[in-house]
């Protein structure tokens, strides 16, 4: 086939880019201690993106039209208030609204992971209602895509993977009916920290809990109950981490080790004050829970857990086969973000729920992520690394830099989530409704790397993998082909997103990891732009051979139903970029017709789906 190949130059010109430097918080230096361990350290927290989101998506855009000036936006809620009056205190320019077209994919995009169709397009640039917008955001936010898309979000978060065996999908049904239900997210998130049960094959609620279990020694025993390969304390404490970084936003891990003093002074200031016995008191809120492998012919069925909560108590001074020996000290359970200690006449996870989800961090370090996933940067990045030290303007710690970038408007946020009984639904609205979320991602004028923590623009981000599949999929019209279950052995399913776990062989298995799929082995991240990625879009027959007039793909049936070459053209950009083309993008795609019409509306759609405004969402 031959390919319009000088389509792919920009995204391949953004994928080789090196991204500027990561900024570094200002901190005052160390009184008397040494360097060395801060240094060791700070590689393992993210460096802020802040400058990142602003320098990809100039790169993005550089080649788009320029957009006229913006004027004064008005503020639609609490959100723009924040947002546009610092951005006017402070004289930052700022981007326009997106107009309809961008709008409409932007919107389907980030909030139900689907193209619209071409009717939908249509439809929605003939509608003349003000208030549009808001309707498509209503008739978005509790969709059936919707619900794949965050339910798949989730699962990847709390890294629902293999361990989970056959109770994957179980869980995974319970992940769905929450989000397509708006079940409250602290109650949602309650039930996954103090869930147990006879059998996880048969109950979705112990299943969260069995994936995080590290499999330790054959042959241990406690209290004659068989715990044939599962290290107990090793698996609190993964959860202790997994829930800190999730449901907080707080990275834990480096205190499971050690103390944070004399380790995290350039890291973290908040955690320089806890110690490693604050630790194991947090991860000995499951210290009496148990996870008791189906045994059958003197063999563990790994996978197949019981979980309950008769153990006798964190041990603090157990060996562990993923840190230093632990060494003693109190093993009673202590919330480690108020000192709070667990009612003794309380099962300790249940206590764990309690605090952990009435805690104001839990709101916001909630709202901040799913900020992140819309805005395209959190208002406190990485999502998962706060330092609680430094969220306060008027508690700073001296010679530091505040974190949040809008603290008011992250403790409003918080507050305002809480007032509306935690509904991620609402919140979603919230933040689409507002204009800080539909600027457009085209700057009208120089771009200075110091407008980027005022959102002044609409950052972008690059399509998840199983997000780009599935895009490619509806504009080609050409579905997949997933085997659903823990081991493909369910219903066939068409789009990545319906999974309950990554899925994928072969030529599919290499695409989707080199856009970043999550292995769910370890934390998730934002896929990021690499070398690989336009040679995937250049060769792999996931993009090719859907691109084929044949079985029935979109190139296929429109070249069946109009004879008039421009119409085939006007189709394939609407299903493919949500938008007609220029004059001259017609004229030249027409042209790309003339000799082979069957090979020139192939490379058309091919050429579409390599285009950059196709693999990011602007």
Avoid at 37 to 43: F, G, I, L, R
Avoid at 58 to 79: H, R
Avoid at 115 to 143: H, M, N, Q, Y
Avoid at 296 to 308: L, N, P, Q, R
Wanted: net charge positive.
């Amino acid at each position: 086939m031959k390919h319009l190949v000088t389509c792919t130059l920009v995204f391949a010109a953004v994928a080789t880019a090196a991204p500027p430097p990561p900024e570094k918080p200002k901190q005052a230096p160390p009184a008397d201690l040494s360097t060395m361990p801060a240094e060791v350290h700070a590689p393992l927290f993210q460096a802020p993106k802040s400058r990142q989101a602003g320098a990809l998506t100039e790169s993005v855009t550089a080649n788009l039209p320029k957009p006229g000036s913006a004027g004064k936006i008005a503020s639609k809620n609490f959100i723009d208030q924040h947002i546009f009056g610092k951005i006017e205190r402070d004289r930052i320019p700022t981007a326009p609204l997106a107009d309809d077209r961008e709008f409409l994919r932007r919107a389907a995009l980030d909030i139900a992971g689907r193209l619209p169709s071409a009717t939908e397009v249509r439809e929605f640039l003939a509608d003349k209602s003000p208030d549009k917008r808001s309707k498509l955001i209503d008739k978005l936010v509790g969709s059936d895509a919707f619900v794949d898309k965050w339910a798949y979000f989730f699962m990847d978060m709390i890294r629902a993977n293999g361990k989970m065996a056959r109770g994957i999908d179980l869980f995974h049904g319970m992940v769905r009916d929450s989000f397509a239900a708006d079940r409250p997210y602290d109650d949602f998130v309650r039930s996954i920290i103090a869930a147990s049960a006879k059998s996880n094959y048969v109950v979705s609620a112990a299943n969260p809990i069995v994936r995080e279990h590290v499999e330790g020694k054959p042959g241990e025993e406690l209290d004659n109950v068989q715990l044939t390969k599962v290290h107990q304390l090793d698996t609190h404490d993964e959860l202790a981490i997994l829930y800190g970084k999730l449901f907080l936003g707080i990275n834990l891990s480096c205190i499971s080790c050690h103390d944070g003093k004399g380790h995290l002074e350039k890291v973290n200031v908040y955690l320089t004050g806890r110690k490693r016995s604050d630790f194991f008191q947090m991860a000995a809120f499951m210290g009496r829970t148990r996870y008791v492998p189906h045994v059958e012919k003197k063999e563990a069925v790994m996978g197949h857990f019981m979980v309950d909560d008769y153990g006798p108590g964190y041990n603090t001074k157990g060996d562990s086969m993923l840190r230093i020996k632990r060494f003693g000290g109190p093993a009673d359970p202590k919330f480690i973000l108020t000192d709070e200690k667990a009612r003794p006449d309380m099962m300790p996870r249940e206590e764990l729920a309690r605090m952990l989800t009435a805690h104001p961090q839990f709101a916001r370090a909630t709202v901040n992520l799913f900020w992140s996933r819309l805005m395209g940067m959190g208002i406190v990045e990485p999502f998962d690394e706060f330092d609680l030290a430094r969220v306060d303007p008027a508690n700073l710690p001296a010679g530091w830099e505040l974190q949040p970038s809008h603290p008011e408007l992250l403790n409003e946020l918080g507050t305002w989530f809480q007032k509306k009984n935690y509904s991620i639904q609402a919140l979603f609205k919230l933040i689409c409704n507002s204009n800080a979320y539909q600027l457009s991602a085209r700057f009208p004028g120089e771009w200075d790397e110091r407008y980027t923590p005022y959102y002044s623009r609409k950052f972008v981000r690059m399509l998840g993998a199983e997000e780009l599949h599935d895009a490619i999929a509806t504009a080609t019209d050409r579905p997949g082909a997933f085997r659903s279950g823990r081991r493909g052995t369910g219903d066939t399913v068409t789009m990545a997103m319906r999974l309950s776990a990554p899925r994928g062989t072969g030529e599919l298995k290499s695409f989707l990891q080199a856009f970043g799929q999550s292995n769910r082995g370890t934390p998730p991240r934002p896929p990021s732009p690499s070398p690989l990625q336009p040679i995937m879009m250049m060769r792999s027959p996931v993009v090719n051979d859907r691109v084929l007039a044949a079985k029935d793909s979109r190139v296929q049936r429109l070249l069946d139903t109009y004879k008039d070459d421009a119409k085939v053209v006007d189709e394939l950009f609407l299903a493919t970029l949500s938008r007609e083309p220029s004059a001259a993008e017609r004229q030249l795609a027409v042209d790309a017709m003339k000799a082979n019409r069957v090979e020139g509306a192939q490379n058309v759609q091919w050429a579409l789906l390599n285009l950059v405004e196709f693999l990011y969402n602007l």
